[in-house]
């Protein structure tokens, strides 16, 4: 829409696709999101802003609260070869016509037959380079603190002017910032001041170079051993500061007062004071022409020597839509300083720059100083501000913004409209966005094709699959071309709710309707593979998207990644993070995530802690998740020694742990049986002021049942109790297993019927532990009797359930019964494991000399079953097995020979040293039913890690 020179947007950078300009449409049909209205509630108006007109700073210092880079809308070129050979061409009833007229018919009366869309959208502007930020140096300061009298100054120059801490940085490029400076160099310790050389002629840019001061040496000493890291593209020279430019400076001041030349120093002119006066028309042409061309349009308008409203309004719109915040309100006060007043249409341009950056606040603020100087908002300007709401996803303010457009504007447009409507949907609010589309035919306007998408988009969110569909066909049926935006929402809603074959149906319709894939689309059926882990197809898009034409961004290039992590190929991971820099792609932080985590989850840690490297000489900085990867997976390995360096490191680099952080440390103490360190980092994490959750209630109980602390268990489940933390299963699952370690069966059996009295189902791992608690009680009945409940209640034993409960007739000398067992597993199609055989076959061979014929026809079908599944048991083992066969089989035998068969290989060697038998103690059944319980207890450890799952 373009209401008083200012062409705005219904896009958001938040929304997907790209608008698209389209003809005006009669109505065709009608269709009402008719539900009622909630009242909104404004929010409280904020304060007076400081005056504009004449600021006390200069003008670049005019700097927002707050500047977040807004997001920028995607490109979305147009290629060929959509998803060739993922689908037949076989004759397949179309999406549209099958899927929606099945369910548009139940819809009915949720969706009104009214929905006239025609209006006309103009492009969103093109993505906004990072906000400048105004760099101020203290070089008078530093003069002060570090020059000392010109005597001593012969004595020792260099330690004199050299500052501790402080490190020399080169080769920066020219337009890098102090916070993206200051950010990449922070990992290395806190810093105390950061200083960026401006250009001699060009004061928006540096001049290449710059200082950083840390707090300690260490930190400095650190950061120069990554001399020759890239950075931007840049290869960065950092060495210590020598003191020579604080030296030549000081050199240079004395001279000015002593000659009195800082005056003719310090005097510059601008180059446009010197240009032609007809350089004032290129302004328009360039930005007509070559609007994309930032550097062309800044020189045309700085040619300009004495600029107009008009001129400084073009320049504020221009940049108002890259978003750069702080160029427009540089212009806007070098506008007013010359005298001129401005009109609502550059306040309006000036408040779609903080919009577009997202700094709400600053255009408040705009909005508060226009009212002050009696300036109309136009519905253009309302228009802005709602829109600008909705990016920030402030779906309140936006309304209470839109409730006063309402009142003081009589008549409004399907702009506005398509603003407010988007920001409910980002909110999936979607009955308010329906009451909102209503009420927008009720008034008489027809609403564009944006606002189909923006439905659509918002229905997909909420995984409203019925309604996505008919919002669909309602576009066809009011006379609007599908366009790829179209089918890109409806592979977004199969991809989002698991449907990829339909996804697939969907991208052969686009084939024969002509509409060709983008990028955005590629993604997501890529998205949709990855996510049902069939990386074959996901590699197949790729592949055929590639050989299209089309060129990869670095979003695709990091779904690609994840997939190759997924899949366990970690070398090509790692090839295609090499393909992205040949092509000049700059890896970011996630880039390198899942390779990191992928190494950490296999135990390379030599590895990941390679790749962690990597990804800091690439520039990239290191973020809590990647730290946090790395310390899972030293926490798997148990070196947490190691994870505790992590930590330290992390503090160091300026990175906050978070709860996650300390809950894994936590496990891992826990996992040692560690008590007092678990209870050392639980204390940290409560001092550091972080939410105490769940997770790391388990994390806590874990390390006192693994120790034998039952009593520090109850007091943590008192301090559960108190915070209204309820308990689930794991950890009822925790504290049984820790009664069952004990041999305490009353205990176990009571915290069962306290799960059962709090609605918690026990599961598999429940009565997993109660039968052992009942093995190490000798009470078997009692076991038997839980596995009858089990099967009564539908819960199937698993593999660790008949491994318990053989390992308890084994203790109870009952190995007929532990043979029974084992046969009943493999009846239930469950297949034995190492766990399973070395139990049972321990059991067996202490029997087999004076029981029945058939344990000893059992004990030659289990060896016989073992060597056929290749297995191989410890030298401890193969020495105990050993004596008991001597005891069956003195002289040797069949048995013997078979058995011998899953020993070691270096058995014979120690099998012909006499005394080696003698210095090796006796394994008892005990003992092996140590090792069996260290298997149970892994279980519960894995059943705590699927919770704790979205942390890793």
Not at 436 to 463: K, N
Not at 640 to 653: F, H, N, P, Q, Y
Not at 726 to 744: C, K, M
Request: proline share 5%; net charge neutral; with cysteine.
């Amino acid at each position: 829409m373009d209401n008083g020179g200012s062409v705005l947007s219904l896009s958001a950078p938040h929304f997907p696709y790209s608008a698209t300009i389209l003809r005006r449409h009669s109505p065709v049909a009608s269709i009402s999101f008719s539900l009622k209205q909630p009242p909104p509630q404004p929010p409280e108006p904020p304060e007076s802003p400081p005056d504009l007109r004449r600021p006390e700073k200069s003008i670049g210092s005019s700097s927002s609260s707050s500047s977040p880079s807004p997001i920028p809308s995607p490109k979305t070129p147009l290629k060929i070869n959509p998803l060739k050979g993922l689908t037949n061409r076989s004759s397949v009833s179309p999406l549209v016509q099958s899927e929606v007229s099945s369910k548009v018919s139940s819809f009915g009366s949720s969706l009104a037959s009214k929905l006239r869309l025609s209006s006309k959208l103009s492009p969103p502007p093109p993505p906004p380079p990072p906000p400048p930020v105004e760099e101020t140096t203290q070089f008078r300061d530093e003069f002060r603190s570090d020059t000392k009298p010109p005597e001593e100054e012969t004595r020792n120059p260099q330690q004199e002017f050299r500052q501790e801490g402080k490190i020399f940085v080169g080769n920066l490029p020219t337009w890098i910032k102090k916070p993206e400076f200051e950010e990449f160099f922070r990992q290395f310790g806190p810093i105390e001041n950061v200083i960026l050389i401006k250009g001699h002629h060009e004061v928006e840019k540096n001049a290449g170079f710059g200082f950083i001061i840390y707090a300690a040496e260490k930190s400095a000493m650190k950061a120069v051993e990554f001399d020759g890291v890239e950075f931007h593209g840049r290869i960065l020279t950092v060495k210590l500061d020598d003191g020579k430019r604080l030296k030549t400076k000081a050199e240079q001041r004395v001279r000015w007062v002593e000659e009195g030349e800082e005056d003719t120093k310090m005097s510059n002119k601008s180059s446009w004071h010197q240009e032609r006066e007809g350089s004032r028309k290129s302004l328009q042409r360039i930005l007509d022409t070559n609007g994309d061309n930032w550097q062309a349009v800044i020189s045309a308008f700085e040619k300009i020597s004495k600029p107009s409203r008009t001129e400084f309004g073009l320049m504020v719109k221009f940049y108002g839509r890259r978003g750069d915040m702080h160029r427009a309100r540089e212009t806007f006060e070098r506008m007013r300083a010359r005298g001129i007043t401005p009109t609502s249409r550059i306040y309006t341009s000036l408040i779609h720059a903080y919009a577009v950056g997202r700094d709400m606040d600053e255009a408040l603020s705009c909005v508060r100083k226009m009212k002050e100087e009696g300036i109309e908002m136009s519905l253009v300007t309302y228009s802005v501000i709602v829109g600008g709401f909705s990016k920030a996803g402030h779906a309140e303010a936006a309304d209470y913004w839109f409730d006063e457009a309402k009142r003081i504007h009589k008549t409004l447009n399907a702009s506005i409209y398509g603003k407010i409507i988007y920001a409910h949907c980002q909110t999936c609010n979607m009955e308010r966005a329906e009451a909102l589309v209503r009420e927008m035919e009720e008034e008489g306007i027809d609403a564009p094709i944006a606002i189909y998408h923006t439905m659509m988009d918002g229905y997909t969110m909420v995984a409203d699959e019925k309604k996505g569909l008919v919002v669909f066909k309602r576009l066809k049926e009011c006379g609007f071309t599908p366009t790829v935006v179209t089918y890109g929402c409806l592979i977004n809603l199969y991809t989002k709710v698991g449907k990829i074959s339909k996804a697939l149906e969907v991208s052969r319709v686009m084939k024969e309707e002509g509409v060709k894939h983008n990028l955005k689309t590629y993604s997501m059926m890529i998205n949709g593979f990855v996510k049902l882990k069939d990386w074959a197809n996901a590699f197949a898009v790729f592949e055929d998207m590639v050989k299209e034409g089309m060129k990869p961004d670095v979003i695709l290039y990091n779904n690609i990644i994840s997939a190759f992590c997924g899949m366990g190929n970690m070398d090509r991971a790692i090839q295609t993070v090499k393909e992205m820099q040949k092509l000049r792609h700059r890896p970011t932080t996630r880039t390198f995530m899942p390779i990191i985590h992928g190494y950490a989850k296999s135990g390379d840690m030599r590895r990941s802690l390679e790749v962690f490297d990597m990804m800091r000489r690439c520039g990239c900085v290191p973020t809590v998740h990647t730290f946090n990867g790395l310390i899972n997976g030293l926490v798997e390995k148990r070196q947490m020694e190691k994870a505790v360096e992590i930590l330290d490191e992390m503090t160091l680099a300026g990175v906050s742990a978070n709860e996650h952080t300390y809950t894994k440390i936590m496990q891992g103490y826990a996992s040692v049986g560690d008590t007092g360190k678990a209870f050392e980092y639980f204390t940290r994490l409560q001092n550091e002021g972080l939410d105490v959750d769940i997770f790391t209630y388990e994390a806590l109980l874990k390390a006192c049942c693994k120790s034998g602390r039952m009593q520090s268990a109850l007091a943590v489940t008192k301090e559960m109790s108190a915070r209204n933390i309820p308990r689930n299963s794991f950890v009822y699952n925790i504290l049984i297993d820790g009664w069952a370690r004990r041999g305490d069966v009353w205990e176990a059996a009571d915290l069962i019927q306290q799960m059962k009295k709090e609605g918690v189902k026990p599961d598999i791992h429940t009565y997993t532990s109660f039968i052992s608690a009942c093995s190490k009680a000798g009470d078997m009945n009692r076991a038997t009797q839980t596995i009858e409940e089990m099967e009564a209640l539908g819960v199937k034993p698993n593999i660790k359930t008949y491994t318990t409960l053989i390992k308890g007739w084994a203790r109870a000398s009952l190995p007929e019964k532990a043979l029974s067992c084992y046969e009943e597993m493999k009846a239930m199609g469950i297949k034995p494991d190492k766990a399973v055989y070395h139990c049972l076959l321990t059991s067996l061979l202490s029997r087999a000399s004076i029981a029945e014929a058939y344990i000893y026809s059992g004990v030659m079908t289990i060896c016989k079953e073992m060597v056929e599944a290749g297995l191989i048991v410890d030298m401890g083992t193969a020495v105990h097995w050993s004596k008991c066969l001597c005891k069956i089989e003195a002289s040797g035998g069949e048995l013997t020979e078979t058995l011998q068969k899953t020993f070691p290989p270096d058995w014979s060697s120690h099998h012909h040293h006499h005394g080696f038998l003698d210095q090796v103690s006796d394994v008892d059944s005990d003992e092996d039913d140590v090792d069996g319980e260290d298997g149970e207890d892994d279980e519960d450890v894995n059943s705590v890690s699927d919770l704790l799952s979205p942390y890793k």
